[in-house]
């Protein structure tokens, strides 16, 4: 009888799953709609009272996403003096909605991976797992990874869509 070779195994191929990097961490938001006067009007003095009676400790260790989805003017002020608050207890925090703090968390936690690790070497991006990765990070790790990758690949080693090729 024949040895079965792992001819995948033996193929030198880099497989990186996005998943290693997907946001880690429960996602909340803090809705500014919520201190405002008849939710249309900021009264300084009243959101100022209630910014410092706010318990903030809700928020620990979580991602927050800042916005107001009234149709208020906010003075921008508003918006540094809530992510005073936010910053030394949230794992996160930045102005936008659930859907942006995913996208900026896995964009920044992509830009942890070592690209040089990856010089000319022939890499796999894969492509089914249990989370959701979707697109920008997809894109960003293609982004960082084109300089310095021999190819880049998308899917599972034994069948993946070719993406680029360094021309030699």
């Not at 996602?27 to 900021?42: A, E, N, R, S």
């Not at 005073?84 to 703090?101: C, Q, R």
């Amino acid at each position: 009888m024949d040895e079965i070779v792992n001819k995948v195994a033996q193929s030198g191929l880099e497989t990186i799953d996005l998943e290693q990097f997907y946001p880690k961490g429960e996602t909340v938001i803090f809705d500014m709609k919520d201190y405002l006067f008849m939710g249309m009007i900021l009264k300084e003095k009243d959101f100022r009272t209630a910014m410092q009676s706010h318990d903030w400790e809700q928020y620990r260790g979580k991602n927050v996403g800042l916005v107001c989805t009234a149709d208020a003017v906010v003075p921008l002020w508003a918006y540094m003096l809530v992510m005073t608050n936010l910053e030394p207890v949230a794992a996160y925090a930045a102005f936008g909605d659930a859907e942006f703090i995913y996208k900026t968390l896995y964009l920044k936690n992509l830009s942890s991976l070592d690209v040089a690790a990856f010089t000319d070497k022939r890499i796999v991006i894969k492509g089914c797992g249990d989370k959701r990765v979707g697109e920008v990070a997809y894109a960003e790790v293609t982004r960082l990874l084109r300089p310095v990758a021999k190819s880049i690949m998308y899917g599972e080693p034994c069948s993946s869509v070719p993406v680029y090729k360094k021309k030699a």
